[in-house]
């Protein structure tokens, strides 16, 4: 399973596409479980805040972001594949989590409503977006002046931006850095959408 995950990903490279829903079972794992404390932490969660996860693939950052922002908060569910959203569904119904919502569809579509969200999140997502640039634009019209994209870029992942990669891509979308966390192997940088803009 792991080499057809690896010739898959690696073939994207040329044409950035989803992991497809039949690898799902690779990214439910204990290396994945490891790092998603400290991707929580670094959106800086609070009780009814309204959040887009943006790929959520199967939910596994889904459930924990909308127990964190309690039923007075909202979660967005966005993803491109309907195999990834069921799964999601079924994670979400399990945990009895009641503030999620679900969204088909591919970031740059402009489905978003504008200035809806307080955070944003692309987990090892960003990498597999063709119009990135559309993708970081729709993005940052659906955030709340002040409110922050969160973008996590991890190695061994074969869709894997630089850290200087990303910086540039989220400017050029006329964000503002925020912060940088992490190290080589598991990045992360916030980019706000400014007051005013």
Not at 90 to 106: M, Y
Request: charged letters at 20%; aromatic letters at 6%.
């Amino acid at each position: 399973m792991l080499a057809v995950w690896l010739f898959d990903r690696f073939t994207a490279r040329r044409h950035p596409r989803p992991c497809p829903t039949y690898l799902i079972g690779l990214l439910d794992n204990p290396f994945t479980a490891s790092y998603h404390k400290a991707i929580l932490s670094r959106l800086e969660l609070a009780l009814g805040l309204e959040v887009l996860d943006s790929g959520c693939g199967p939910g596994l950052l889904t459930v924990p972001i909308a127990q964190a922002v309690g039923p007075g908060g909202k979660v967005t569910a966005l993803d491109i594949q309907e195999g990834m959203l069921q799964r999601a569904r079924t994670a979400v119904a399990k945990a009895g989590v009641a503030n999620v919502s679900f969204l088909r569809a591919a970031l740059g579509e402009s489905k978003l409503l504008l200035a809806a969200f307080d955070r944003a999140l692309l987990v090892t997502v960003l990498g597999e977006i063709p119009d990135r640039a559309s993708a970081l634009r729709e993005i940052r019209s659906c955030l709340k002046p002040g409110g922050f994209l969160s973008i996590t870029e991890v190695l061994p992942d074969p869709d894997h931006l630089s850290r200087s990669a990303v910086r540039a891509l989220v400017i050029a979308a006329g964000f503002r850095i925020r912060g940088e966390f992490g190290n080589l192997f598991m990045s992360t940088l916030n980019a706000e959408r400014p007051h005013g803009a």
